[in-house]
Structures are given as structure tokens and as C-alpha cells.
Nanobody, 119 residues
Framework: QVQLVQSGGGLVQAGESLRLACAVS????????MGWFRQAPGKERELVAA????????AYADSVKGRFAISRDGGKNTVALQMNSLKPEDTAVYYC????????????WGQGTQVTVSS
């Protein structure tokens, strides 16, 4: 059984930074593409950033380009999201996700963590 365990998040002021981390446990014989999603109150869940299985490809939502950076530990199933210059509109619940096909499907999800940015 595959589980994603998230850490990080919290309350910061605008302009500050936060780092989220996620690790896959369970079936570790497979290297997954991974991503971070977020969902703000009253809004649909959106993809924030994604990284391919070996970390060679990354993708970002336009709203976070230049401020957020996704990284992984080589071919290991751990991923981090460094969030800099945070804005109040970044406030949301952030979810880690993993899947086989980069950007095409995410089959496993973390428990979610709240990020709140005050102005």
C-alpha cells in the first residue's frame, strides 16, 4: 500500500518563505512522478508544480513561476516544495501527489497541509 506523508506548512507573513516535504512509503520499488497541488476555499484544486520520475523535467503554474521550486532526492520518492515570496493568494491546503506518468495522472495523495499567508 502506498502512502504519502507530508510535513511543513503553517502561518507566515507575505514575503516570507516556507518549505513543504513529502515522502512515499509502502511500495518503494517504483519511482513515481510527483507533484504538489493546492486548493483554496471555494476554488478547485490546481496543480502548483510537478517533477518527473528522475527529476529531469519540472512544471509550474504560472502564478508561482519564479517563486516556488520543486525538487526531489534523485530517483527517491521524496519531494520538496520551496515557496519563496509568499503572497496572501497562496493561502490554501497543499497536497502532495504521486503517479506513474508525469503530468498525466496522480494516483496517490498526501493528507494535505495548510499554508496561510497573512498580509
Amino acid at each position: 500500500q502506498v502512502q504519502l506523508v507530508q510535513s511543513g506548512g503553517g502561518l507566515v507573513q507575505a514575503g516570507e518563505s516556507l518549505r513543504l516535504a513529502c515522502a512515499v512509503s509502502g511500495r518503494t520499488d517504483t519511482t513515481y512522478a510527483m507533484g504538489w497541488f493546492r486548493q483554496a476555499p471555494g476554488k478547485e484544486r490546481e496543480l502548483v508544480a510537478a517533477i518527473s520520475r528522475l527529476g529531469l523535467l519540472t512544471a509550474y503554474a504560472d502564478s508561482v513561476k519564479g517563486r516556488f521550486a520543486i525538487s526531489r532526492d534523485g530517483g527517491k520518492n521524496t519531494v520538496a516544495l520551496q515557496m519563496n515570496s509568499l503572497k496572501p493568494e497562496d493561502t490554501a491546503v497543499y497536497y502532495c501527489a504521486a503517479g506513474i506518468d508525469y503530468l498525466k495522472s496522480f494516483d496517490y495523495w498526501g493528507q494535505g497541509t495548510q499554508v496561510t499567508v497573512s498580509s
